[in-house]
């Protein structure tokens, strides 16, 4: 028996989730700054009844990133554009509150999300990479005061967006009332990092406000999540692992005050789909060739000390290292050695494999649709984030066969019922927070 | 003999200009937020051969802001959301170089410029409102401050956006080149109000960069346009003034060093367009009536040190005020005196009058057309920025009567010719600057 209905989300990341996408022919090389093409990714997710779409994010870049980095949209005002081109999917994108003030990402997400109708997703990020610092000239604050500095920046942006009550503007023009100004709040917040007055200059959305994402495996991102999260994202591993860190989130949230139903978790996946197994694994290797065997040796020789293994003949078994690889990576380098000695693997394979790590989601239609459903019966995860090393072969695929099957299955609803991302993900409308108050108080009164 | 052809920019500031047009019945009163009808302005201005739409901003409201200012979109996503409605139009909107970072908006404006396909304009603002300084928790710098604050602000931007030369990404799927990293360039910049390190993450687009839009009318203002600016907005007042100030940013171009064809002029305008003058004043009175003689008897107050003007006969004439009035406002006094006495005013027509100013473009097609003939050819603008003071009414009449007018005489171009604004407001597209550089190195080398 099913217990209810899985959500996916899209990531929107250019060509696709592996490094070299862009040099794959199911789409264009330049799709991470190619407006059309990434509204019709959108508009295609749509129209499959995926529930969002997600915009990641980065403040620093060098040589060494990789391609899509280095060239993209900024996630706000792409997906402004994508909600003027799209009706019912959710818009969600990454901002970091260690690099923005607060009432300008209030203000600009309360746009989107008012332009969109009721469909914005915030996903807060504290920014790890310390390079952001020197683009924004200030200190990088270290993690647990970046957490801190969160909470802060999520108490005042959500005070910010109860700034007016549901029905503040009036707007009668017989007479001449515009708003009531008894609606109006200001937060006047003086705290350790910010100081916000109010009040913000946009009205609520149909949803009230943007979802709250997050991701965040450690102990601290998992008590942020319980405070303040009402999506979370998450790496996908085994089934135990993943179940374990659901129930870890769930609880945070209970311990929270909140209801565990109000926090759901997406881990990320990457599906390639064939018709047979075996051509399943021949787009895998399709992908796993867009990397050069040079880059994949340098790649390989990072977790064995940057051994050079130009060195070896490519088609050959894979070499004998003896104590090299014995280092802080030893359990990934073991593992490499003992599938290459187990499988006969030769060193170019052996290469390729780690440029490309194989995930378990690729296979049939049926086996893909299995997993997840394993998943999602199994208390690991409430829906899913497409993260298609490839975006276009893989979206394709997955629409045409995965997504029917687990319709048929009854695990998938393929059309959007509501224009709200709330809606669509079956979170609550949260009211106005001066009104949730006042209510409390009103009951706390009568009792 | 025509000069070339004139500029309009449209202000999209919900239902227009007069503090309360969203009680005018040609447009919904929602318009600041509605945005299917900003939309639709966009796009029947576009249809009408406007070169660009223009979103204002402010970052403080109180309950006494007008209305449109305490419910509005933020420029950058509704200036993106309009990106994916239109083709050529151009997308300007203001954002304050005292309250953001200049990575953060080098970084959404390029987004902006590039995913509508070169069409991106920057008002840049110091923001002069202090209640700015208390919804951002640190001081207000003083003008002069704010000035030299946006000048290396701006710098910083410009540098940013020259990170990677035009064809700094070559994606030969072949040969697996994504980029040239001859063509990456890091600005290092450390100065005396930011620190930023560089590259963006994200090309140039097919103008090169956004356009620098600003307004300052005090000589630091013109100073600043002059180095910086490439269009200018500013009020429209007699010829003679509006020819004055012309010429001074012109000539502090010039002595920056730049051609005085590189930055654009733009009176505001806001006309009210009827059939016959008596047509035209039937429709002044309709939107000065929208404010309440209470409120306008408030209004005209102020500048009688908040005399109270409710204790008179509505009807009766002005009254005798002796030496009320002799405050700082004297000129205005004097002037509401005098008019008041001469065309034999009663008070409810003063006040009305005095909270409605009237424009001087208020009349027949023809005697619009003539007069903004005569600031083009008269050496005062490039162009104008309209401003209507309702803007759906304003709009529609200006559209059907006034376009077409000046497109008969040669004034007016009614298709947009290019697809990015550069090039609609006849501004050369920037080579990357770095490019510039060794560009005019070799030159010396040669010379």
Known sequence: MSKGKINFGIMLHGAGGHMNSWRHPSGPADASVNIRYITDVARAAEAAGIAFAFVADGLYINEKSIPHFLNRFEPLTVLSALAAQTERIGLCGTVSTSYSDPFTIARQFASLDLLSGGRAGWNVVTTPLEGTARNYGRPHPKPSLRYDIADEYLKVVRRLWSSWEEDAFIRDRQTGVFFDAQKLHRLNHQGRFFSVEGPLNIQRSPQGEPVIFQAGASETGIGFAGRNAEAVFTHIGGLQENRHYYAQVKAAALAHGRDPQSVRIFPGVNPIVGRTEAQAEEKYR????????????????????????????????????????????????????????????????????????????????????????????GGAADGFILTFLVAAEGFADFRAEVLPRLAGRGYFDPILKAATLRENLGLAIPRNRYVQQRAEVSRQGVA
Chains 1, 2 share one sequence.
């Open 286 to 377: 399709a992908i796993r060739d867009l990397v050069d065997i040079s880059d994949a040796l340098a790649y390989l020789g990072r977790y064995f000390d940057h051994h050079d293994f130009s060195v070896y003949a490519l088609d050959a078994p894979f070499p004998e290292l003896g104590d090299i690889g014995k280092n802080s990576f030893r359990s990934v380098t073991d593992k490499i050695k003992r599938q290459a000695a187990e499988q006969k693997l030769t060193l170019r394979e052996v290469a390729l494999d780690a440029a490309t790590p194989r995930s378990p989601f690729i296979g049939t239609p049926d086996k893909i649709a299995d997993l997840l459903i394993g998943y999602f019966e």
